[in-house]
């Protein structure tokens, strides 16, 4: 059985008792994933209301007033804003029980 060595504990700043360096991280291994995911729903998003220009000035171009940047596109980008609001704020944690 292989042994696997666990990080060594750091004091705590009052110098009290011993802190596992994971109970230090603000945001876990899952946090951090959760908020990657959730900058990459946001990007999908700003993608999706980018473009629609027209190439002549003087044109108008009603692909700018479609379904895609009007509401698909800013749906997209709060789906992104709530997932980074999950990660930060711990709601992916199960509840422990009491």
Known sequence: ?????????????????????????????????????????????????SGGGSQDPKVFNYEMFDFRRLVAAPIVIVCGIIVELAAILGWYKKAKDA
């Open 1 to 49: 059985m292989a042994n696997i060595r666990k990080a060594p504990a750091a004091k705590s700043p009052a110098g009290k008792a011993p802190v596992d360096r994971q109970e230090m991280m603000a945001v876990g291994r899952k946090g951090l994933w959760l908020m990657v995911a959730g900058l990459i729903v946001m990007a999908c998003g700003f993608m999706l209301l």
